[in-house]
């Protein structure tokens, strides 16, 4: 059991106000595998005043300084790979392999990145008799989701510490664990009191009163688009930034000529990457009407093959969901896909096979969408694929950018020409061309209903700063 009873507040591990505690569950198994406090008004009021005492001197020293921190903190979450990998792929579900490359790896490429991106980092430029100065943005609020929890944790605090600004973290009550260890590094590697701040505890109580908190200079979010809104509300009141990370329904356009043995598989393992639980996941299969019986063929034998199983079985490919409630949504999105006609061609809504504890699900491929149903609209969250057949170029573009979401997408040609210029036509934040990787550097965000902002490297370190002109 993993008991952590304390927050951590202006250097120190301390008390929390109330003396609630949140169960921490894993995924594969059900059972309570550990807790945390729920902190209240009370402990964000105490963490916002820390914050905002230590600004002033942490957004004075030098930025080399900042960047020597993070580096330091790269080292130490590196030294506590296993450790995180582990803790994730219990808290989260991902398999355990996958965990180590990306729960574990993605958060300490960030912490380098950005103690680069620092040292590059343009701090004043002259434009007429102007000297253009940029500063840190103040006393941040982070809110952050459960799906790659330490890395979105990483995407807020890396950026915000490297720009000046001191940070109070509310991470997700289901994966809140790898937040404790983050704090004990950033404790460990000397970061000055009140910098960096943990409370954990609920959205409504700990994250609003972040979202509203007057001293709160930026607040920046990641998950759903309905929580992201009403963070947004919140932070009208006192005019804070903010910047927000939310949900997607993203497109993967297959056109006529591309190569279907290598387009299909990829675009399925896309979409169930974590079990489906991915913002950017290309949920959307969208394929020529005239290849869709090929298409379908080569779905269902890629999604089959995500067996799904132990996290850490060395084999299993599909995770459970991170909880009960993911997994009963995830669920009844299945049964709408059904009752509004979709043609379902593997997996449902029985549990797996085997697999009688723990939150899995099928891995599920329905064709025949239409853009009208619901599976085609909503963010599902799971490993439920969606293929819509188009009958020309110009539909399938319309398709692509018909939903209010707009964070990633996917093209796929014979000819890299074509492929790129469909792909700028996208109105997402970022394309895959032919499976181009995932670039850690690279600003990732959203249009439309998908966000505000951008986050990773040079962009995302550029959010946590404000701009001064000084007349001359
Ligand atoms: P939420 O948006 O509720 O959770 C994300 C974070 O916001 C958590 O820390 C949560 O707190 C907090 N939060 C919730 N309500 C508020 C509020 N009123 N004010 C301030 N903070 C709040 O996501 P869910 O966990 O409920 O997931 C629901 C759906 O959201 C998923 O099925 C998926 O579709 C989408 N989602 C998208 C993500 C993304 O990366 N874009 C990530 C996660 C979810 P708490 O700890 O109490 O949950």
Not at 11 to 22: R, V
Not at 177 to 188: G, Q
Not at 207 to 213: D, M, Q, T, Y
Request: proline share 7%; aromatic share 6%; glycine share 10%.
């Amino acid at each position: 059991m993993d008991v952590r009873d304390k927050l951590y507040i202006n250097g120190a591990w301390t008390e929390p106000a109330g003396s609630g505690t949140l169960p921490v569950v894993n995924s594969a198994t059900g059972e309570v595998m550990g807790s945390v406090p729920e902190g209240t008004a009370e402990d964000v009021e105490r963490a916002v005043k820390a914050a905002a005492a230590a600004f002033p001197s942490w957004a004075a020293t030098a930025p080399e300084e900042r960047a020597k921190l993070l580096t330091r903190v790269q080292e130490e979450l590196t030294a506590r790979t296993e450790q995180i990998a582990d803790l994730i792929a219990r808290e989260v579900g991902m398999p355990r392999t996958l965990s180590k490359l990306v729960q574990a790896g993605l958060p300490i490429m960030t912490f380098a990145i950005t103690a680069q991106q620092l040292t590059e980092l343009r701090w004043e430029e002259q434009i007429g008799n102007s000297l253009v100065v940029r500063e840190p943005a103040g006393v941040v609020g982070a809110i952050t989701p459960w799906n790659y929890p330490l890395h979105q944790i990483a995407l807020k605090v890396a950026p915000a510490l490297a720009a000046g600004c001191t940070v109070v973290l509310k991470p997700s009550e289901v994966a809140p664990l790898n937040a404790f260890v983050l704090a004990e590094v950033l404790h460990e590697v000397g970061l000055p009191a009140g910098v960096f701040n943990l409370v954990t505890g609920v959205g409504p109580v700990v994250g609003e009163a972040l979202a509203s908190h007057p001293q709160v200079d930026m607040v920046s979010f990641t998950g759903s688009t309905r929580a992201g809104k009403r963070v947004m509300q919140l932070a009208a009141e006192t005019v804070k930034r903010v910047a927000l990370e939310l949900g997607g329904k993203s497109p993967n356009v297959i056109l006529p000529d591309a190569d279907l043995q290598k387009a299909v598989p990829a675009g399925v393992q896309d979409c169930y990457l974590n079990s489906g639980q991915t913002c950017s996941a290309l949920t959307r299969m969208i394929v020529p009407r005239s290849r869709l019986a090929e298409v379908e063929d080569l779905a269902v034998k890629a999604a089959e093959s995500f067996t799904p199983g132990d996290p850490f079985d060395a084999t299993t490919r599909l995770g459970p969901l991170v909880s009960e409630a993911q997994r009963s949504r995830v669920r009844s999105y299945i049964e709408q896909g059904v009752a509004e006609g979709a043609k379902l061609l593997t997996g449902g809504v029985e549990a797996p096979e085997g697999l009688d504890r723990g939150f899995f699900v099928r891995p599920t491929v329905f064709s025949e969408v239409r853009p009208d149903m619901t599976i085609a609209k909503e963010e599902i969250f799971g490993p439920v694929l969606a293929i819509l057949p188009y009958d020309t170029e110009e539909e399938a573009l319309a398709i692509a950018n018909d939903t209010t979401y707009g964070l990633a997408g996917g093209v796929w040609s014979a000819d890299p020409a074509h492929a790129e210029a469909f792909a700028r036509r996208l109105r997402t934040g970022q394309v895959s061309i032919n499976g181009g990787g995932f670039n850690p550097a690279a600003p990732f965000g959203g249009y439309k209903q998908s966000g505000i902002g951008r986050e990773a490297g040079r962009f995302g370190l550029e959010e946590y700063l404000e701009v001064k002109a000084l007349q001359r």
